[in-house]
């Protein structure tokens, strides 16, 4: 299994920025598509972003625009620059493993919360 981490969650202001990291510290990331999925209280996970194994991305209409996905191979991770924060952005934000960004998910991390309030 592919062992993924989150980290760069927090609370932030409506308006102001994040950026999310997904490390692994055993398995290569640019081996993998790697998504960005979100769940929040009471609602079903849906996906977010994703970047392809040839590094094509693809964003969820409602962070287009304000939402860069980018992989950092040197570092072995893959961002998600969040900015332009709404309160609808709150969620547990995961970051997962997959061949294609159209396929199964292979694995998932364990998740890292994001607050948006004033």
């Known amino acids: 299994q592919v062992q993924l981490v989150e980290s760069g969650g927090g609370l932030v202001q409506p308006g102001g920025s994040l950026r999310l990291s997904c490390a692994s510290s055993?398995?290569?990331?640019?081996?993998?598509?790697i998504g960005w999925f979100r769940q929040a209280p009471g609602k079903e996970r849906e996906g977010v972003s994703c970047?392809?194994?040839?590094?094509?991305?693809y964003y969820a209409d409602s962070v287009k625009g304000r939402f860069t996905i980018s992989r950092d191979n040197a570092k072995n991770t893959v961002y998600l620059q969040m900015n332009s924060l709404k309160p609808e952005d709150t969620a547990v934000y995961y970051c997962a493993a997959l061949y294609y960004c159209s396929g199964p998910v292979m694995n998932w991390g364990q998740g890292t919360q994001v607050t948006v309030s004033s």
């Open positions: 970047i392809s194994r040839h590094n094509d991305t």
């Open positions: 055993r398995f290569t990331l640019d081996d993998y598509a």
